[in-house]
């Protein structure tokens, strides 16, 4: 409140709010660059986990020995665990910038589905049942899907290259 004989022009009052304004949106920056600056790391790490799962499971013979199974079950934490990493991510705080919001919804799917083919080869690994590899490879092909779309437009949005893919 101003009091007697302290007036301030109407120019100094928009001026004054103008700067307070200008720093407001000084400091935020884009959902993917965000993201970028705070995941890309882990995302690159999330994907050399998968790959590394799912290539050993092309490899495995038509029966594996008990070490190959105790190995790719080795393989399929280490891989669980960084996707739980992901499933933590906040991609973005607003829907502003177009493109994010729908690929954080594909790292969801693709998070759950991956997560869903790592129980499935588990679940091979312990009883060997063709079916269990059978869910694994479709999982895994949903999984890969989605997250090679949302990770391909996250990078894109952040204008940078070399999305780690599945």
Same mark, same amino acid.
């Given at each position: 409140?101003?009091r007697?004989? %302290?007036? #301030?022009s109407l +120019?100094?009052? @928009?001026?004054?709010g103008?700067?307070?304004l200008?720093?407001?949106?000084a400091?935020? !920056?884009r959902? *993917?660059?965000?993201?970028?600056?705070? %995941?890309?790391?882990?995302?690159?790490?999330?994907?050399?986990?998968v790959?590394?799962?799912?290539?050993?499971?092309?490899?495995?013979p038509? *029966? +594996?020995?008990?070490?190959?199974l105790?190995a #790719?079950?080795v393989?399929e %934490?280490?891989?669980?665990?960084?996707?739980?990493?992901?499933s933590?991510?906040?991609?973005? !705080?607003? *829907?502003? &910038?177009?493109?994010? *919001?729908q690929?954080?919804?594909? @790292?969801?799917?693709a998070?759950?589905?991956?997560? =869903?083919?790592g129980?499935?080869i588990? @679940?091979?690994? %312990?009883?060997?049942?063709p079916?269990?590899?059978?869910n694994?490879?479709k =999982?895994?092909?949903?999984?890969r &899907?989605y997250?090679?779309q949302g @990770?391909?437009?996250?990078w894109?949005v952040?204008h940078r290259?070399g999305? +780690?893919?599945i």
């Amino acid at each position: 409140m101003l009091r007697r004989g %302290h007036h #301030l022009s109407l +120019p100094a009052l @928009i001026a004054g709010g103008a700067l307070a304004l200008a720093g407001c949106g000084a400091t935020t !920056e884009r959902g *993917s660059e965000s993201f970028y600056r705070e %995941h890309a790391g882990e995302a690159g790490q999330t994907a050399a986990a998968v790959r590394a799962l799912a290539a050993d499971v092309m490899r495995l013979p038509a *029966s +594996p020995s008990r070490a190959a199974l105790e190995a #790719l079950a080795v393989k399929e %934490h280490h891989a669980r665990r960084e996707l739980l990493g992901v499933s933590k991510w906040v991609v973005s !705080e607003s *829907s502003e &910038e177009e493109g994010v *919001s729908q690929a954080e919804k594909e @790292i969801e799917e693709a998070t759950g589905a991956l997560l =869903q083919a790592g129980t499935d080869i588990r @679940i091979y690994a %312990h009883d060997r049942r063709p079916v269990a590899l059978a869910n694994y490879r479709k =999982q895994l092909a949903l999984g890969r &899907e989605y997250w090679n779309q949302g @990770i391909t437009e996250l990078w894109f949005v952040a204008h940078r290259t070399g999305a +780690p893919r599945i």
